[in-house]
């Protein structure tokens, strides 16, 4: 018997959150999984990654791979938010059967 | 739907007494025509029909205290589907019987009820207050025992005289006064009985552990069961006259115990009793306010209808001599057909020996304004009347507003992941439709957003193409097609080393080498750009330009939209005169500032783009006529330029004294120059008749309505009329510059969504990316979300909002002072459907 904790309202926007967060940084961890140029900016890069590397851009390319798996992670965590959130929406609307 | 609003004339109704009240009802179903009051000097109080409203408004009343008791008691009035229709007058009695019945009966048992419920409170004090004071002197007696005080008093002993039990200490009686008394008044009381009564009085006193109801004030509080002994007749009525001050509830205190339990048990059964009798009145008034329910919905609407019709009759005016109502509506043409079926069938209900008919009368009023809407061009036809309502058979923007006005916010809004949730919550709000309708929310705002959803919907789908034109996505730009620019090349054609690479922190792309730029994208702004330092410049460019291109093409559309008026209202010198210089001031000047621009993008490659002229420095030096020095963009600039100058300058003083001069010369009746004073006046008349000619799209035949928005005056006024023209012509040659100016807030407003979207992901987002740790990876999560928050509370609501905002600027003032007047008035049909529901409002249905 699971316990309900959050009303109609939260839950529908738990709901949209996680649908919105799973598509998104699942298709961010892809972007970051083939090495796309565009998010050079937005992975942890220290100078000593690029100069002193016998196998020139393979420092970067480990970069991106680890990112790019933290999303895969992020998305999964989603899931279960998600999940989550549509039971307590299955929950808040039995509930609201029950009353009327 | 046409861009011009539909014809509605004016109707004369003649309507037989007996079955007006039937033809009303009919019309207000269907919604078709507007009336007009034929007694505006009569006050309200004065009106015919004034008992009957009297009598619906007492029908309300009781309506609304019935909805009310049913509210109260928590049953929901269930809604029917169908509205019902007004009741005949025979049926109206009825209805108000059953009301008034139904009120009585309520009041009664909701009196009866009041009366059981305090009567019951009685009891339930009296026995708390037996049953704590037993406890009193129960334990008064086990002092009795063991304390010295009391042993000058013998135990109670009954006492014939005067009922309360006696004990005798120098002669004076041993009196008992017990009740009860609010909690909150105990203390004082204490103290008002030891001031008074001189320690004559011994006052015991212990809470109830129940909270009672006082009914007179319904505040549930603690109570306080007294005890008062005294001394002395005196005495007694002094702590009576206290106990009255207070407001205390006083018993009769038994005089031993078989008594207490005696009257205990009676009070238990009465109680007993007295409950079984109250959940029976509950269960029946609960019965009688069931039954009400189901009818309730029915009776408001019926009386709303009935009240709209007796207020439409007030407004009729009755020809005593042939006893008939004379009433006077507007009805669009296209529906007279209709309005035609309305009476007929209107009559037939009402029995009427001579049926109701229809006759059109002319008028020199102007009709109000009809625009047929459906769900998907409300909305836009709200945001154009929001501006003013069209005159009567003018051009409306609003057909074209429907493509225009979310292309002009999707410039402004430009990018790709917000158009997609914009477009999805406005397709969720879309396929829901339905529910939304039935749920009538209150909440203003949400219901805004609800109304305008085609439009919300739109903007996001456009934002969307424009999105991919920016090539903007949260942001980021997509690389669908490939880069034109290949960095690669630089390194192949010995322009950079990895020496360079090291020393430098900002290197330039030389598009003149060969191999470095392909070509441009296929579709959209290259996405190389995203990561250019000097991405801004190029960006600004580009939309700096796009924005004066859209605004002059905006804005020549207008222009253009305004000969569409000229000619349906038949003033054909219109177009030659104020359109043709109109358009040619705009082209002559904005037009080629437009060609110019175009022209530098196609002739100027990147070998040639050192050289490249700044446009800006030719259109200025257009005007001040001084291009001598500089090189020009294409053989024959000076001579074309001097040539549309001369053209843009000539247009003024024609578009100043063309049309005053031209009326004058009319109103003086001149067909040539010379005045042939002998033929004038027939010329005049005949004159007038080529001028206004008669409508033929009238299904009616033998009438001819005069319908152009500028009659011929009687009185020409030369100077009236040059002052008007004289304000336009600087109005709209000035507002040109100033409005192509005004449409540069296009390149701002998408600069200013662009720098905030990237800096929200710059500072949000990154920081979820840079976390290098093992834990740290569940950061992202949090991250997201208030990513995801502050996109749509910034991005999309404030950005959004400010977009429409400005969107709807540029077509309210670019847009439509070159051609839109805007001064009409709305048609407003008698239609049940539209009035306000006074219960509605209020929640109780």
């Given at each position: 018997m699971r316990v309900l904790f959050c009303g109609p309202k939260l839950a529908a926007c738990g709901i949209v959150l996680s649908t919105w967060g799973v598509v998104m940084l699942g298709l961010l961890g892809i972007f970051f999984i083939t090495h796309s140029?565009?998010?050079?900016?937005?992975?942890?890069?220290?100078?000593e990654d690029l100069y002193p590397d016998p196998n020139p851009p393979q420092r970067v390319y480990d970069l991106y791979n680890q990112v790019g798996y933290n999303c895969f992670i992020a998305a999964a965590i989603y899931v279960v938010l998600g999940a989550l959130s549509c039971c307590q929406m299955r929950l808040n609307k039995k509930k609201e059967y029950l009353v009327q | 739907m046409t861009p011009f609003s539909s014809v509605t004339r004016r109707k004369m109704c003649i309507r037989e007494s007996g079955s007006e009240y039937d033809c009303i009802s009919e019309l207000g179903e269907l919604g078709l025509v507007e009336f007009r009051d034929?007694?505006?000097?009569?006050?309200s109080f004065q009106r015919r029909f004034v008992s009957e409203i009297k009598r619906c408004e007492e029908m309300e009343r009781i309506l609304g205290y019935l909805l009310r008791e049913i509210h109260k008691a928590r049953i929901a009035v269930p809604e029917e589907d169908e509205s019902p229709l007004a009741p005949p007058p025979r049926q109206v009695l009825e209805i108000m019987e059953q009301l008034q019945r139904l009120e009585m009966e309520l009041s009664e048992v909701a009196k009866n009820k009041e009366k059981l419920q305090r009567n019951l409170l009685e009891l339930t004090e009296y026995t708390h207050m037996l049953k704590i004071t037993q406890t009193f002197i129960h334990s008064r007696s086990r002092h009795e025992a063991l304390g010295p005080q009391y042993e000058e008093f013998p135990t109670m002993e009954t006492d014939s005289a005067g009922g309360c039990t006696g004990m005798q200490r120098l002669g004076a009686k041993l009196g008992f006064i017990s009740g009860l008394i609010q909690r909150v008044k105990v203390e004082a009381f204490e103290r008002m009985l030891w001031r008074v009564c001189k320690g004559y009085t011994i006052l015991s006193y212990a809470e109830v552990d129940e909270s009672l109801t006082d009914l007179d004030t319904g505040e549930i509080g603690k109570s306080v069961v007294f005890l008062i002994s005294f001394w002395g007749d005196q005495i007694g009525q002094k702590v009576q006259k206290i106990c009255d001050c207070y407001h205390c509830h006083l018993y009769p205190h038994p005089e031993n115990d078989e008594e207490r339990a005696d009257v205990l048990d009676s009070l238990r059964t009465r109680i007993q009793d007295l409950n079984n009798v109250l959940h029976r009145t509950e269960d029946y008034l609960r019965q009688v306010l069931q039954k009400a329910s189901e009818s309730a919905f029915s009776w408001v609407v019926q009386v709303k209808k009935m009240k709209a019709i007796y207020h439409i009759l007030n407004l009729c005016s009755f020809d005593v001599t042939n006893k008939c109502l004379i009433a006077e509506v507007w009805c669009p043409i296209s529906d007279l057909a209709k309005l035609r079926g309305a009476l007929e069938e209107g009559s037939r209900k009402g029995d009427a020996t001579v049926p109701s008919f229809v006759n059109r009368i002319p008028c020199t009023d102007t009709p109000p304004t009809l625009l047929r809407s459906n769900k998907f061009t409300s909305g836009f036809q709200s945001i154009v009347e929001a501006y003013g309502v069209g005159d009567y058979r003018e051009v409306s923007p609003a057909p074209y507003t429907i493509i225009t006005f979310p292309f002009l916010f999707a410039v402004m809004f430009g990018d790709l992941g917000h158009g997609i949730v914009m477009s999805l919550f406005a397709l969720w709000m879309v396929l829901t439709e339905k529910k939304q309708n039935k749920k009538r929310s209150n909440n203003e705002i949400w219901t805004t957003f609800f109304n305008g959803r085609y439009i919300i919907l739109m903007m996001g789908l456009f934002s969307v193409y424009t999105g991919l034109i920016y090539n903007d996505c949260f942001s980021k730009s997509l690389n669908i097609f490939g880069s034109?620019?290949?960095?690669?090349a630089m390194f192949t054609n010995q322009q950079w080393t990895n020496k360079t690479l090291q020393n430098n922190a900002l290197l330039t792309m030389d598009?003149?080498?060969?191999?470095?730029?392909?070509?441009?994208?296929?579709?959209?702004?290259?996405?190389i750009w995203n990561m250019a330092v000097n991405r801004l410049s190029f960006l600004n460019s580009y939309k700096m330009k796009m924005s004066v291109i859209v605004g002059v093409i905006h804005m020549s559309f207008g222009v253009v939209l305004s000969v569409f008026n000229h000619l349906h209202f038949k003033q054909k010198f219109n177009v030659y005169l104020l359109f043709l210089p109109e358009l040619l001031f705009l082209l002559c000047l904005f037009g080629y500032l437009v060609f110019m621009i175009f022209y530098k993008w196609l002739a100027f490659s990147a070998r040639e783009s050192n050289r490249a002229p700044s446009i800006l420095i030719h259109f200025i030096n257009m005007f001040i006529m001084q291009g001598k020095d500089i090189t020009p963009l294409y053989p024959g600039q000076t001579g074309l330029q001097i040539f549309l100058l001369l053209v843009a300058m000539l247009s003024v003083p024609v578009l100043l004294l063309g049309k005053p001069l031209y009326l004058y010369w009319l109103y003086r009746g001149g067909k040539g120059l010379r005045r042939r004073r002998g033929y004038e006046r027939v010329r005049r008349a005949s004159e007038d008749n080529s001028i206004t000619p008669s409508y033929d799209d009238d299904e009616e035949e033998g009438f001819d309505e005069v319908s152009n928005r500028e009659p011929l005056p009687k009185q020409f006024d030369f100077a009236d009329v040059c002052l008007h023209q004289a304000i336009h012509t600087i109005e709209f040659c000035l507002g040109c510059i100033s409005n192509t100016a005004s449409y540069l807030r296009l390149w701002a407003l998408s600069l200013a969504h662009a720098q905030l979207s990237e800096v929200l992901w710059a500072m949000v987002m990154r920081l979820g990316f840079k976390i290098t740790t093992k834990v740290g990876v569940v950061f992202l999560v949090p991250v997201f979300g208030l990513f995801a928050t502050l996109t749509v509370s910034i991005l999309l609501v404030m950005e959004g909002l400010s977009a429409f905002l400005h969107a709807l600027r540029l077509h309210w003032v670019e847009f439509q002072n070159k051609f839109y007047h805007g001064t009409g008035v709305k048609f407003v049909p008698f239609d049940f459907s539209l009035l306000p529901s006074v219960f509605e409002q209020e929640g109780l249905l």
């Amino acid at each position: 018997m699971r316990v309900l904790f959050c009303g109609p309202k939260l839950a529908a926007c738990g709901i949209v959150l996680s649908t919105w967060g799973v598509v998104m940084l699942g298709l961010l961890g892809i972007f970051f999984i083939t090495h796309s140029a565009g998010l050079i900016e937005d992975i942890p890069l220290q100078r000593e990654d690029l100069y002193p590397d016998p196998n020139p851009p393979q420092r970067v390319y480990d970069l991106y791979n680890q990112v790019g798996y933290n999303c895969f992670i992020a998305a999964a965590i989603y899931v279960v938010l998600g999940a989550l959130s549509c039971c307590q929406m299955r929950l808040n609307k039995k509930k609201e059967y029950l009353v009327q | 739907m046409t861009p011009f609003s539909s014809v509605t004339r004016r109707k004369m109704c003649i309507r037989e007494s007996g079955s007006e009240y039937d033809c009303i009802s009919e019309l207000g179903e269907l919604g078709l025509v507007e009336f007009r009051d034929l007694n505006p000097s009569v006050s309200s109080f004065q009106r015919r029909f004034v008992s009957e409203i009297k009598r619906c408004e007492e029908m309300e009343r009781i309506l609304g205290y019935l909805l009310r008791e049913i509210h109260k008691a928590r049953i929901a009035v269930p809604e029917e589907d169908e509205s019902p229709l007004a009741p005949p007058p025979r049926q109206v009695l009825e209805i108000m019987e059953q009301l008034q019945r139904l009120e009585m009966e309520l009041s009664e048992v909701a009196k009866n009820k009041e009366k059981l419920q305090r009567n019951l409170l009685e009891l339930t004090e009296y026995t708390h207050m037996l049953k704590i004071t037993q406890t009193f002197i129960h334990s008064r007696s086990r002092h009795e025992a063991l304390g010295p005080q009391y042993e000058e008093f013998p135990t109670m002993e009954t006492d014939s005289a005067g009922g309360c039990t006696g004990m005798q200490r120098l002669g004076a009686k041993l009196g008992f006064i017990s009740g009860l008394i609010q909690r909150v008044k105990v203390e004082a009381f204490e103290r008002m009985l030891w001031r008074v009564c001189k320690g004559y009085t011994i006052l015991s006193y212990a809470e109830v552990d129940e909270s009672l109801t006082d009914l007179d004030t319904g505040e549930i509080g603690k109570s306080v069961v007294f005890l008062i002994s005294f001394w002395g007749d005196q005495i007694g009525q002094k702590v009576q006259k206290i106990c009255d001050c207070y407001h205390c509830h006083l018993y009769p205190h038994p005089e031993n115990d078989e008594e207490r339990a005696d009257v205990l048990d009676s009070l238990r059964t009465r109680i007993q009793d007295l409950n079984n009798v109250l959940h029976r009145t509950e269960d029946y008034l609960r019965q009688v306010l069931q039954k009400a329910s189901e009818s309730a919905f029915s009776w408001v609407v019926q009386v709303k209808k009935m009240k709209a019709i007796y207020h439409i009759l007030n407004l009729c005016s009755f020809d005593v001599t042939n006893k008939c109502l004379i009433a006077e509506v507007w009805c669009p043409i296209s529906d007279l057909a209709k309005l035609r079926g309305a009476l007929e069938e209107g009559s037939r209900k009402g029995d009427a020996t001579v049926p109701s008919f229809v006759n059109r009368i002319p008028c020199t009023d102007t009709p109000p304004t009809l625009l047929r809407s459906n769900k998907f061009t409300s909305g836009f036809q709200s945001i154009v009347e929001a501006y003013g309502v069209g005159d009567y058979r003018e051009v409306s923007p609003a057909p074209y507003t429907i493509i225009t006005f979310p292309f002009l916010f999707a410039v402004m809004f430009g990018d790709l992941g917000h158009g997609i949730v914009m477009s999805l919550f406005a397709l969720w709000m879309v396929l829901t439709e339905k529910k939304q309708n039935k749920k009538r929310s209150n909440n203003e705002i949400w219901t805004t957003f609800f109304n305008g959803r085609y439009i919300i919907l739109m903007m996001g789908l456009f934002s969307v193409y424009t999105g991919l034109i920016y090539n903007d996505c949260f942001s980021k730009s997509l690389n669908i097609f490939g880069s034109g620019w290949s960095i690669k090349a630089m390194f192949t054609n010995q322009q950079w080393t990895n020496k360079t690479l090291q020393n430098n922190a900002l290197l330039t792309m030389d598009p003149n080498v060969s191999g470095v730029f392909n070509g441009p994208y296929p579709f959209g702004i290259d996405p190389i750009w995203n990561m250019a330092v000097n991405r801004l410049s190029f960006l600004n460019s580009y939309k700096m330009k796009m924005s004066v291109i859209v605004g002059v093409i905006h804005m020549s559309f207008g222009v253009v939209l305004s000969v569409f008026n000229h000619l349906h209202f038949k003033q054909k010198f219109n177009v030659y005169l104020l359109f043709l210089p109109e358009l040619l001031f705009l082209l002559c000047l904005f037009g080629y500032l437009v060609f110019m621009i175009f022209y530098k993008w196609l002739a100027f490659s990147a070998r040639e783009s050192n050289r490249a002229p700044s446009i800006l420095i030719h259109f200025i030096n257009m005007f001040i006529m001084q291009g001598k020095d500089i090189t020009p963009l294409y053989p024959g600039q000076t001579g074309l330029q001097i040539f549309l100058l001369l053209v843009a300058m000539l247009s003024v003083p024609v578009l100043l004294l063309g049309k005053p001069l031209y009326l004058y010369w009319l109103y003086r009746g001149g067909k040539g120059l010379r005045r042939r004073r002998g033929y004038e006046r027939v010329r005049r008349a005949s004159e007038d008749n080529s001028i206004t000619p008669s409508y033929d799209d009238d299904e009616e035949e033998g009438f001819d309505e005069v319908s152009n928005r500028e009659p011929l005056p009687k009185q020409f006024d030369f100077a009236d009329v040059c002052l008007h023209q004289a304000i336009h012509t600087i109005e709209f040659c000035l507002g040109c510059i100033s409005n192509t100016a005004s449409y540069l807030r296009l390149w701002a407003l998408s600069l200013a969504h662009a720098q905030l979207s990237e800096v929200l992901w710059a500072m949000v987002m990154r920081l979820g990316f840079k976390i290098t740790t093992k834990v740290g990876v569940v950061f992202l999560v949090p991250v997201f979300g208030l990513f995801a928050t502050l996109t749509v509370s910034i991005l999309l609501v404030m950005e959004g909002l400010s977009a429409f905002l400005h969107a709807l600027r540029l077509h309210w003032v670019e847009f439509q002072n070159k051609f839109y007047h805007g001064t009409g008035v709305k048609f407003v049909p008698f239609d049940f459907s539209l009035l306000p529901s006074v219960f509605e409002q209020e929640g109780l249905l």
